[in-house]
């Protein structure tokens, strides 16, 4: 039986989530396909209830409910450990989480204060008082955000100081081939990929940029195929 | 023959670089003892040029010279790698390229700002007008940085979020048994241990303190015995 996947939807039904991104790329990597549940912001607590969670994604894998994109990663590494790795083995899993961290901790909303603006644009009208709220809180006002996105745009730059560094002297944050850590942070980036004109958001980092359309070719162009907003 | 490893030296001959740290956890880490050659500050390039290179830590092993605590580390790994494992494996020494990244790109400077005046007190005093001016450049000036402790320690609790995040997930940062990724972020740690009465500098977060104590314990309590500036 097919995998179902409970996706984030947005206005013309946009698929942007980061963590909903970093499932997909993973069932990908792995060679799984998923049929995709779409969920608007405020009806996602009553369509994964039956999971026990609030939050997508949700994968649903032989009557089997996981939620959270780490713990969906980590349960089909386990369970389909005769597909392609996705950490290549126990210190690749340990450190993977580090990455993941970062990229949910520190690099989202580094992001998030230069396209907040843009994402709120993405966000089906029935969503858009829920999201305001919830982000702003987090994050501050959105018009005083849009106000400061240059500055924001340069500590961003500095933000992605460890992964500039890393793409410097390797063609993907886990060395050779890409694995996880790649993955959480493209996935990330496809956020505003999907919801912003203001991307790739990485200044003139070459071996960043290189990175970026490395990503963008594999899992058969997986990234270069997501809808993006209309023009 | 024993290896000989350049070092770091300051007043009263305290050892408190970074990456020198790296390197020293690193040996140890590999079961490998090296003979330490102190070097204050404006001696290193007299004393390393030899090795092509202008900064410490540089191994000397069998008649080659390594400079460079992320080069050390791979050599270490290659020419010893019926030792126990720095990296476990490729992707672990990918990943791990990441985090070193941000330890010396990231944390480093943030730390910086809130102990700058202490590490200041622990530079030798032939040292101190190189070090200032070249420090100064890099973070400002000292007495300003010392102003804004208060804040600069709040920032750094930001910095710390993926680390914070990890440690209260898994033991190590490279997962349940401690890797390269976990003494290049000790490491670094290290530096204000030495040479500031603000450490450990982490807030009241348990994980973290718990995951200091447990680095504290390896290698025959190797940096519990480091020396720290007179109280």
């Known amino acids: 039986m097919t995998m179902q996947l409970y996706d984030l939807s947005g206005t013309d039904d946009l698929r942007f989530s980061p963590p909903c991104w970093r499932t997909k790329l993973a069932l990908a990597h792995k060679e799984l396909e998923a049929e995709t549940i779409p969920c608007r912001f405020t009806e996602i607590p009553e369509k994964v209830a039956f999971a026990n969670h609030k939050t997508v994604p949700v994968l649903v894998d032989r009557g089997e409910a996981v939620p959270d994109s780490w713990r969906i990663a980590n349960y089909l590494e386990d369970a389909y450990a005769d597909r392609p790795s996705l950490f290549g083995g126990e210190a690749g899993r340990g450190v993977a989480r580090f990455v993941d961290s970062w990229a949910q901790g520190v690099l989202l909303g580094a992001i998030a204060k230069v396209v907040i603006d843009d994402v709120f644009d993405c966000v089906h009208p029935d969503d858009k008082a829920y999201f305001k709220e919830t982000r702003e809180k987090r994050l501050g006002a959105f018009d005083e955000l849009a106000a400061q996105r240059e500055q924001n745009l340069a500590q961003l730059q500095t933000v992605l100081t460890p992964l500039k560094l890393t793409l410097k002297a390797q063609p993907y944050i886990s060395g050779e081939t890409p ?42 162009g997986l990234g270069r195929k997501a809808n993006r907003r209309a023009a």
């Not at 004109?197 to 970026?212: H, I, K, N, S, V």
């Open 179 to 220: 694995l996880y850590p790649d993955i959480t942070v493209f996935g990330t980036f496809l956020w505003p990929h999907c919801t912003s004109e203001a991307e790739p958001l990485f200044g003139d980092d070459d071996a960043l940029l290189a990175w970026w359309n490395r990503m963008m070719d594999l899992y058969g």
